[in-house]
């Protein structure tokens, strides 16, 4: 069958991956072929199928780049090809992103395309500064306007005595190069020197950093910050309300670039509250949950669930792949009626509430020893105990448990391994003084961090950075490995490490 192919064009917002829209995001989840710029967020790129071919058409380090012509054969050659093509750009595509040439290409080969808008950079990034492009007392309209073109060239295609003389908010895309040349221009056709301005670099994102002045300072001001492209160059009154407006700078982490080392499927959530407190989350995930070697211990133990009196569960994966198997089984949680519930942690706990299961026991400290001495009232000796973990889990629960006259049997759910992945760079990083936290949730991410960076450097390496560990286990297992904890969780949870990173700000 020949399948025919589309392209759509779409906007990924000014950098904030959370300002692509609803629909644009559809898009990437469904494309088959990905053409990117530089300016999109990298971490779009997660959503996309994994059988998609990713095309980046930016900028090279050796400055290569492909022609606008060499862009539009590529969509049109994957078009033809049957794919859908998703053409995705940085703010939205017809506002500078040459859109309206890739579409016009399209329709002259008879190719279907779609456009998606997005959220261009010309006002979202001068609100993540607080400034707003139109205010009613201040601004009743605002121009964008490129900065790229040449302002000293004789035939502008630009009106600059119309802009200078307007009274709206001017915003300039592209236009660090040429700031000293653009405000010369403002100034001579005849706008005021006290009228205020902004650079906005890197906005909406980690790095953003905003420079404010007015005509006569800026260019000033904006070279001694060393402001560099991308940024936005916003001219008029409402820059002053930046002064009470400035919102995305304060929150807890901005600016902060936190590691985070859980295994890949869990390493999500902790990532997306870093991101919402302002800070960017850095994955680099060091530990990968896969299936044990061997499934026999853990399927004779399903098998005979009436054996037992208490099934123990110690963290969300073996929850997982406790009921994975079991489903494997085809069995349900019928099988499981009689047994009494314990859950190590709320996390664990509300895995299992989520499958409407009741939970007869969360001990309050989330430590072996801990839900122990707990377990203590509530366990009767002789009563058994399944304990479905990892395989490296340590022994000292079944242990303490077994201390009490409880008969426990331990059988691997899942297995931690190591993962591959770019100790390199994270090294590059560490020595370039990018990373401010490093975030441990168990000894075991801890282990596999200090076997990836090599016991040589790691003093070197991690000087101003700050360690956070989960717990007092996570941190003994630091210490011991040479690291010094900077903070610990009280509450041994994801939630927990939060909790001390925003108290580490104050
Ligand atoms: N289509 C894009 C603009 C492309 S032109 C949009 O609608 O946003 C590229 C220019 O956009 C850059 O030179 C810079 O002026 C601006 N820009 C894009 N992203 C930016 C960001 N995160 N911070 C500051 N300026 C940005």
């Given amino acids: 069958m020949n399948k025919r192919g589309k392209v759509y064009l779409v906007g990924a917002g000014p950098g904030d991956p959370g300002l692509i829209t ?7 989840k469904k494309a088959e072929v990905l053409v990117y710029d530089r300016l999109v967020n990298k971490r779009l790129l997660n959503f996309t199928p994994e059988a ?20 539009n054969c590529l969509l049109v050659e994957k078009a033809l090809a049957g794919k859908k093509v998703v053409r995705l750009k940085g703010g939205d595509p017809f506002v500078f992103g040459r ?25 979202a990034v001068p609100a993540y500064a607080g400034i707003p492009v139109t205010y009613r007392d201040y601004a009743s309209c605002f121009t964008v306007i490129t900065g790229h073109e040449d302002p000293t060239k004789q035939e502008s295609a630009l009106d600059w005595e119309k802009l200078a003389g307007g009274g709206g908010t001017l915003i300039f895309l592209m236009g660090v190069g040429n700031l000293p040349e653009i405000i010369q221009k403002l100034l001579m056709q005849g706008r005021k020197p006290t009228t205020p301005a902004a650079l906005i670099s890197r906005g909406t994102g980690p790095e953003q950093q905003v420079v404010v002045g007015t005509l006569t300072d800026i260019v000033e001001k904006a070279q001694s910050a060393k402001i560099s492209s991308p940024a936005v160059i916003v001219v008029g009154e409402v820059v002053t309300l930046r002064e009470k407006l400035a919102w995305f700078e304060q929150k ?20 997306r509250c870093i991101e919402e407190l302002g800070g960017e989350a850095w994955e680099f995930p060091l530990i990968e949950i896969t299936e044990p070697l061997d499934f026999r211990p853990l399927d004779r133990a399903i098998d005979r669930l009436s054996d037992y009196d208490w099934l123990v569960f110690t963290s969300v994966n073996g929850v997982d792949a406790f ?3 079991l489903r494997r089984q085809q069995k349900d949680i019928r099988a499981l009626s009689g047994l009494k519930l314990c859950a ?41 105990v399944l304990l479905p973990q990892a395989d490296l889990a340590r022994s000292i629960l079944a242990d303490e448990l077994q201390k009490m006259g409880a008969k426990v049997e331990r059988v691997t759910a899942y297995s931690t391994v190591c993962t591959d992945n770019k100790a390199d760079l994270l090294r590059e990083m560490l020595a370039a003084g990018k990373i401010h936290y490093l975030t441990f949730t168990s000894s ?8 990836k960076i090599g016991t040589s450097q790691i003093k070197t390496l991690l000087q101003g950075v700050k360690v956070v560990s989960i ?19 009280k509450e041994f949870t994801i939630e927990g490490i939060i909790a001390a990173l925003i108290a580490d700000q104050s």
Avoid at 52 to 71: A, S
Avoid at 100 to 119: D, S, W
Avoid at 444 to 451: A, C, K, P
């Fill in 252 to 271: 807890p982490l901005f600016g902060k670039r936190i590691l985070v080392t859980r295994a890949r499927a869990q390493a999500s959530e902790l990532s």
């Fill in 22 to 28: 609803v629909k644009g995001l559809t898009c990437i």
């Fill in 323 to 325: 009921f994975k198997r």
């Fill in 444 to 451: 075991s991410t801890v282990r596999n961090f200090v076997q």
């Fill in 99 to 123: 859109g309206g040439e890739e579409a016009e290409e399209l329709q002259a080969r008879g190719i279907p395309f779609e456009i998606v808008p997005g959220i261009t950079s010309a006002v």
């Fill in 344 to 384: 190590v942690g709320p996390k664990t706990e509300k895995r299992l509430t989520e499958m409407w299961l009741q939970v007869d026991y969360v001990p309050e400290e989330y430590r072996a020893e801990a839900i122990a001495a707990g377990l203590q009232e509530k366990i009767q000796p002789g009563e058994r």
């Fill in 52 to 71: 998609c071919e990713k095309i980046y058409v930016g900028k090279k380090p050796d400055h290569h780049t492909l022609t606008q012509t060499e862009i």
């Fill in 471 to 489: 717990g007092p286990v996570t941190s003994s297992t630091a210490r011991s490995l040479g690291l010094t904890v900077d903070l610990e969780a």
